[in-house]
């Protein structure tokens, strides 16, 4: 019911930067919260940042001060913005939505929703 397109990742040099975009469509009207994840070979894919739809944001310790998250709920699209990259050779970004949706006894939950990736590898 929601479509989810990264862009934006590629190559870059330790204390590069980069920006990654996700565009959302479908029933983007549903979607409450977005985030970014990273997934390393061989490790378990971790949370980077968070935005809920006020424009709450919420960053893993590794990122504060470096990554800014963003989202522009009219375009349904949610960026991430990430300086000073440190050296840690490559990684998989992906992009999460929230979606509400209502279960067979008529409560309102939420269904996370995941892009494919975007491939980010920073270099020494």
């Known amino acids: 019911q929601v479509q989810l397109v990264e862009s934006g990742g590629g190559n870059v040099q330790a204390g590069g930067s980069l920006r990654l975009s996700c565009r959302a469509s479908?029933?983007?009207?549903?979607?409450?919260?977005t985030g970014w994840y990273r997934q390393a070979p061989g490790k378990q894919r971790e949370l980077v940042a968070a935005i809920n739809r006020s424009g709450t944001t919420s960053y893993a310790d590794s990122g504060k001060g470096r990554f800014t998250i963003s989202r522009d709920n009219v375009n349904n699209m949610v960026n991430l913005q990430m300086n000073s990259l440190k050296n840690e050779r490559k990684a998989v970004y992906y992009c999460?939505?929230?979606?509400?949706?209502?279960?067979?006894?008529?409560?309102?939950?939420?269904?996370?929703?995941w892009g494919r990736g975007t491939q980010v590898t920073v270099f020494a």
């Open positions: 479908g029933r983007t009207i549903l979607i409450t919260a």
């Open positions: 999460t939505v929230d979606v509400l949706k209502l279960t067979g006894g008529a409560e309102l939950t939420t269904k996370a929703y």
